[in-house]
């Protein structure tokens, strides 16, 4: 991949033009958020889609102006609107995906699908692709570093006894950056897990959700930190946690934003549904692009390879 020719064919990566952001609700979401802001000042961030099924607005978007927004870490199935995600969203070569014409998903430029590589799929978080994109270094303070890993778990997958050689084809071949690389070295080393410890009590002193994790590190046995909200929120606490995980971040990475790119102040909420099960079973005989248009589906992924996770809103 090329990071000129990413900008090039998703232009609103970098010249935005649709003012209003909609961001995921975890630690990799409100990472790539600032810096996405950060790198597009005249952008705001005006809602948050949490659990893969409420979207909290601000007062000014209805849900029916969702085509307009950019989505941050997230695969939106719409054909207006522009998404920054990286599940794996394709079955194979032979769908046409016409929600996702506009939006960018690192599987899709790394040719990843179910049937194509998917071993191989995007093994970081959304965070580092930005990173890598508008060339910006790991910033230089106390738990900035393993913050950026954290992203996604991505120190875990990193290391040895998980996908570091997957990881290293992504920042070697695909997105490759020198000062990620040399940050990346340094995730196999037991000193960085102790870094890593350190910052997550800092975390839960905080009072940030750590979530379920399934796997663990190589030294310390540590998991995940996702921090994403519980899912019982009303929008006020909504609100107040995203705020909090912003401002937390930018407190430790340096990446500052003006106050008027953040407009989640009063949200109004929209609830939908979301569904899982096996794919042969959800889809049956229609194809992906069928089942798409025929349930109206919102949001999708491939968490597995044979099971498929979707949100429809009535």
């Given at each position: 991949m090329d990071s000129t020719a990413v900008l090039t064919s998703y232009p609103w990566l970098r010249n935005l033009t649709q003012k209003n952001v909609i961001m995921g609700d975890d630690l990799d979401a409100a990472l790539s958020t600032i810096l996405f802001l950060r790198c597009n000042?005249?952008?705001?961030?005006?809602?948050?889609?949490?659990?893969?099924?409420?979207?909290?607005?601000?007062?000014?978007?209805?849900?029916?102006?969702?085509?307009?927004?950019?989505f941050i870490d997230l695969d939106i199935y719409k054909a207006g609107c522009r998404s920054l995600g990286h599940h794996i969203i394709r079955r194979d070569e032979r769908d046409v995906l016409a929600g996702f014409q506009q939006s960018c998903n690192m599987?899709?430029?790394?040719?990843?699908?179910?049937?194509?590589?998917?071993?191989?799929?995007?093994?970081?978080?959304?965070?580092?692709?930005?990173?890598?994109?508008?060339?910006?270094p790991v910033p230089f303070f106390k738990n900035a570093e393993p913050l950026i890993w954290l992203a996604d778990s991505t120190f875990i997958n990193g290391q040895?006894?998980?996908?570091?050689?997957?990881?290293?084809?992504?920042?070697?071949?695909?997105?490759?950056s020198d000062d990620l690389q040399v940050s990346f070295q340094k995730i196999?080393?037991?000193?960085?897990?102790?870094?890593?410890?350190?910052?997550?009590?800092?975390?839960q002193e905080k009072g940030f959700n750590k979530g379920r994790g399934q796997v663990t590190s190589k030294h310390k046995l540590l998991s995940g930190y996702q921090c994403q909200p519980s899912g019982q929120e009303n929008a006020a606490q909504m609100t107040q946690y995203i705020k909090k995980l912003l401002e937390m971040i930018t407190e430790i990475t340096g990446w500052k934003v003006l106050k008027e790119q953040l407009n989640i102040e009063t949200l109004h909420l929209n609830t939908g549904i979301r569904k899982s099960g096996q794919i042969q079973q959800v889809l049956g005989k229609d194809s992906l692009d069928e089942f798409l248009l025929q349930k109206n589906v919102f949001s999708y992924v491939f968490p597995f390879k044979e099971q498929i996770n979707y949100t429809v809103f009535n």
């Open positions: 000042p005249q952008a705001t961030l005006a809602g948050i889609y949490s659990g893969y099924s409420k979207i909290y607005l601000c007062p000014d978007l209805s849900f029916q102006q969702l085509d307009q927004c950019v599987n899709e430029l790394a040719k990843r699908s179910l049937s194509a590589n998917y071993i191989k799929k995007y093994p970081l978080g959304t965070v580092h692709f930005l990173m890598w994109l508008y060339d910006v040895s006894h998980r996908f570091r050689s997957n990881v290293m084809e992504w920042l070697y071949h695909f997105m490759p196999e080393a037991e000193q960085f897990e102790i870094q890593m410890t350190a910052l997550q009590a800092l975390l």
